[in-house]
């Protein structure tokens, strides 16, 4: 499975972003996960295949959304209220599992990353 994140860019604080993760190949969970500058790689969101089960950390739950369209075999992540401290690079990874989880060690297959940078 190939995956292909894009959508990130320069924002200013309070705006908003959505990122998108095109899968080459089925994939069933799929998350999102970021590392800022110096610090570990996180979790952020993830989704069931269906679409059914969401799960957020709780730094952005509230902000951004997880959804998928499975006609397309992408993944977005809607993100609004950015602030300064969500700047990071943000990875899409799937899993083949059913079970959406928040453990990066979890997940097979990982994106190259798109960098979001938020302005105060």
């Known amino acids: 499975v190939q995956l292909q994140a894009s959508g990130g860019g320069l924002v200013q604080a309070g705006d908003s972003l959505r990122l998108s993760c095109a899968a080459a190949?089925?994939?069933?969970?799929v998350g999102w996960f970021r590392q800022a500058s110096g610090k570990e790689r996180e979790f952020v969101a993830t989704?069931?295949?269906?679409?059914?089960?969401?799960y957020y950390a709780d730094s952005v739950k509230g902000r951004f959304t997880i959804s998928r369209d499975n006609a397309k075999n992408t993944v977005y992540l809607q993100m609004k209220s950015l602030k300064p401290e969500d700047t990071a690079v943000y990875y899409c990874?799937?899993?083949?599992?059913?079970?959406?989880?928040?453990?990066?060690?979890?997940?097979?297959?990982w994106g190259q990353g798109t960098l979001v940078t938020v302005s105060s």
């Open positions: 989704v069931s295949w269906s679409g059914g089960t969401t």
């Open positions: 990874a799937a899993r083949r599992a059913a079970i959406p989880t928040g453990v990066p060690n979890d997940y097979e297959y």
């Open positions: 190949g089925r994939t069933f969970t």
